[in-house]
């Protein structure tokens, strides 16, 4: 089993930032990509931002990119997200989450099959 544990979020004003991060844990943790997702009151869990656990490439949602930065630290087991330029429109709860398959890039929250609990994160205006 794979223990995910967010922290990090909280209550910012609009333009300002929040780093998440996501410790990861278990006998069995050996994923090929990690990623962010979030989902706001009465929407779909949707994607934020994922990297390959090795080698490092990402992808980010279009919403996000150029404002959000994911990166990880493979001796400690942490993801981050850095979130900059933050919007109300970026309220919602952010999860993070493993997977072993090759289409991580696709961003689809059916390929990530372990996730952690949720971090709250809400932007005013």
């Known amino acids: 089993q794979v223990q995910l544990v967010e922290s990090g979020g909280g209550l910012v004003q609009a333009g300002g930032s929040l780093r998440l991060s996501c410790a990861a844990s278990g006998r069995t943790f050996s994923p090929y990509a990690m990623g962010w997702f979030r989902q706001a009151p009465g929407k779909e869990r949707e994607f934020v931002a994922t990297i390959r656990w090795v080698g490092a490439p990402t992808y980010y949602a279009d919403s996000v990119r150029g404002r959000f930065t994911v990166s990880r630290d493979t001796a400690k087991n942490t993801l981050y997200l850095e979130m900059n330029s933050l919007k109300p429109g970026d309220t919602a709860v952010y999860y993070c989450?493993?997977?072993?398959?090759?289409?991580?890039?696709?961003?689809?929250?059916?390929?990530?099959?372990?996730w952690g609990q949720g971090t709250q994160v809400t932007v005013s205006s």
């Open positions: 989450a493993t997977t072993r398959s090759l289409l991580y890039y696709q961003g689809q929250v059916r390929v990530y099959d372990f």
